[in-house]
């Protein structure tokens, strides 16, 4: 299984909501990550776990909240967003943080509307 | 920034033409990947060229890498109208930290 999976595909929330984006992957990959991507724009890296710990965290605004609950798992808990905010979420996994030939892969994103 | 600069931003072309996109980068790199985005999508992974190396092919693919102007190139050759799609490279540098460039949207046309 080389995919990685992402729910929901589309979300729209209002600015006081309170959502989570889900990601998953079963290839026994340690490193998991999000980035944010507006349209037209390269993925931006917001947060990186490797082992399940907090590995990066790219000055993220606090109303985005990671959560890695196990080695498979990554979740984005999203709380009180601006309608900046908006855009294509995406998560990658790869086998190891920091090996020189590692590459990752990336789900489909999440569509993120915040009205 | 350490973001890679690509260009061009756009290139159209014609079905079965080469499409060649560059990107330059600003510091030292451990491997440089080029990634594929179909519109609205995740990214997928097409070829990584470690700082030790020049060139490297990948089917109807071709990656150059000089170090020493900080910069690379994908050229695909015999392009279809499926490779439409916008291409980032990545600069990866110590900690597995990955830069995405601007990004080349490209278009080919039956």
């Known amino acids: 299984d080389t995919e990685v999976t992402q729910t929901p595909k589309h979300l729209v929330m209002g600015m006081t909501n309170k959502k989570s984006l889900k990601c998953e992957q079963h290839?026994?990959?340690?490193?998991m990550y999000w980035y944010k991507q507006k349209a037209k724009k390269p993925p931006e890296l917001m947060f990186v776990?490797?082992?399940?710990?907090?590995?990066i965290n790219e000055s993220v605004p606090s109303r985005f909240s990671p959560e890695c609950p196990n080695s498979s798992l990554l979740n984005l808990h999203l709380h009180a967003l601006q309608p900046e905010d908006s855009a294509l979420y995406l998560c990658?996994?790869?086998?190891?943080?920091?090996?020189?030939?590692?590459?990752?892969?990336f789900g489909p994103g999440t569509r993120l509307t915040v009205l | 920034s350490q973001q890679g600069e690509e260009d061009p931003q756009a290139l159209s072309i014609q079905e079965g033409e080469n499409a060649t996109m560059n990107c330059s980068y600003k510091?030292?790199?451990?491997?440089l990947q080029w990634y594929r985005q179909n519109s609205g999508r995740g990214l997928v992974h097409l070829i990584l060229i470690r700082s030790n190396e020049r060139e490297k092919h990948s089917g109807r693919l071709r990656v150059t890498l000089d170090t020493s102007k900080k910069s690379s190139s994908l050229l695909i050759t015999a392009s279809r109208a499926a490779d439409t799609a916008s291409y980032f490279c990545?600069?990866?540098?110590?900690?597995?930290?990955?830069?995405f460039g601007t990004g080349t949207s490209l278009t080919v046309i039956p």
């Open positions: 776990y490797s082992y399940e710990k907090l590995s």
């Open positions: 510091t030292s790199i451990n491997n």
């Open positions: 990545a600069t990866v540098v110590t900690g597995n930290q990955f830069y």
């Open positions: 290839m026994g990959h340690r490193a």
């Open positions: 990658a996994s790869s086998l190891v943080q920091g090996w020189d030939t590692d590459t990752q892969y």
